[in-house]
């Protein structure tokens, strides 16, 4: 079993900073690309930015420069800097991992999500 925990949303002025991590724990072999996705409401489940094992990444046109995506390995963590806060930034942040297990498979692992609200 592997679970995802996010932390770090809330609620911020625009132009204003938030840094969200998510850690990855339970029967953990190995963690290959982990990503961070956003959701708001009465839209679809968006791609925020990737980050591979050996730290290649990937990221929206909509958060380049603004966003950092970022991990550390020993601790099986994924962190989001996110500074220049937009009010379209407000959504539901999902955390995603690939992860091998202790036998050997991969599986898509996803968190419980944290609420990021950007309002004056």
């Known amino acids: 079993q592997v679970q995802l925990v996010e932390s770090g949303g809330g609620l911020v002025q625009p132009g204003g900073s938030l840094r969200l991590s998510c850690a990855a724990s339970?029967?953990?072999?190995?963690?290959?690309?982990m990503g961070w996705y956003r959701q708001a409401p009465g839209k679809q489940r968006e791609l925020v930015a990737t980050?591979?094992?050996?730290?290649?990444?990937n990221y929206a046109d909509s958060v380049k420069g603004r966003f950092t995506i970022s991990r550390d390995n020993a601790k099986n963590s994924v962190y989001l800097q996110m500074n220049s806060l937009k009010p379209e930034d407000t959504a539901v942040y999902y955390c995603?991992?690939?992860?091998?297990?202790?036998?050997?498979?991969?599986?898509?692992?996803w968190g419980q999500g944290t609420q990021v609200t950007v309002s004056s």
């Open positions: 339970g029967s953990i072999l190995s963690v290959n690309t």
């Open positions: 995603n991992a690939g992860v091998v297990n202790l036998r050997g498979f991969a599986y898509d692992y």
């Open positions: 980050i591979t094992s050996v730290g290649s990444t």
